[in-house]
């Protein structure tokens, strides 16, 4: 059992590239969600998905977009990157009726 | 909104001893869940407690133990015969209980635990 799983861990991209990172889980959750992890800041949400098909803006959603493509997978995307952008990523499910997150990993990204 | 207060930003403890870590937290809403993730150097957040704020009774984890003081909105973690594993980022997070499927969790900024050999 898999659990989550992100991919990549890890990346560095100049300013105004792109890339997605994909999250996938194999758990059968309904809810699924981005989070960003800054030093001295916590966890923010950037998006969520209570479902597939839907998709909400949360904390900081700013140069981000995201897709639902199934029920398993929820990505994320940088159209332009920035140095702000720069941060350890986290991509976390929920299933219906459940009160805890699983999370991946993490994606570390590095915008020069 | 909800927010989530963790008012140190590190701590250390010697190995074996108590070490009782704080958040307070902010909602007007009655029904919610709070927890306690803990992140080691690994990166990967873990689930060490939760706590549903109709229970009265304070959750307990082995070494780990909860203080729930819903009137003071207050949500204190305990470590009890800490050990160098218990070496960490711990954050504290809060959560609306919805029939819509959308609950989010909010996080607090941290507390970094180092345990002294």
């Known amino acids: 059992n898999a659990g989550v799983t992100q991919t990549p861990k890890f990346q560095v991209l100049k300013t105004g590239q792109s890339m997605t990172l994909q999250c996938a889980q194999d758990?059968?959750?309904?809810?699924m969600y981005w989070y960003r992890q800054d030093p001295g800041m916590g966890l923010r949400l950037i998006y969520y998905?209570?479902?597939?098909?839907?998709?909400d803006k949360g904390e900081v959603p700013n140069g981000y977009n995201v897709s639902r493509l199934n029920k398993r997978e929820f990505s994320l995307r940088l159209e332009s990157a920035a140095p702000s952008q720069t941060s350890v990523y986290f991509c976390?499910?929920?299933?219906?009726?459940?009160?805890?997150?699983?999370f991946g990993a993490g994606s570390r990204l590095t915008v020069l | 909104a909800q927010t989530v207060t963790q008012s140190q930003p590190e701590m250390s403890v010697q190995e074996a001893e108590t070490v009782t870590l704080s958040c307070t937290y902010d909602?007007?809403?009655?029904?919610?869940?709070l927890f306690w993730y803990k992140q080691p150097p690994s990166r990967q957040m873990i689930l060490v407690i939760r706590?549903?704020?109709?229970?009265?009774q304070n959750a307990t984890e082995n070494r780990f133990s909860v203080n729930f003081q819903k009137a003071a909105k207050s949500f204190s973690l305990k470590i009890s015969d800490s050990q160098l594993g218990d070496t960490a980022m711990y954050f504290c997070?809060?959560?609306?209980?919805?029939?819509?499927?959308?609950?989010?969790?909010?996080f607090g900024t941290g507390t970094r635990l180092t345990i002294i050999p």
């Open positions: 976390a499910s929920r299933g219906v009726g459940a009160n805890v997150l699983t």
């Open positions: 758990m059968n959750h309904n809810s």
């Open positions: 998905s209570a479902s597939e098909g839907t998709t």
């Open positions: 909602t007007s809403e009655n029904n919610y869940y």
């Open positions: 706590q549903e704020a109709y229970k009265q």
């Open positions: 997070a809060f959560s609306l209980i919805s029939n819509f499927g959308n609950e989010k969790l909010t």
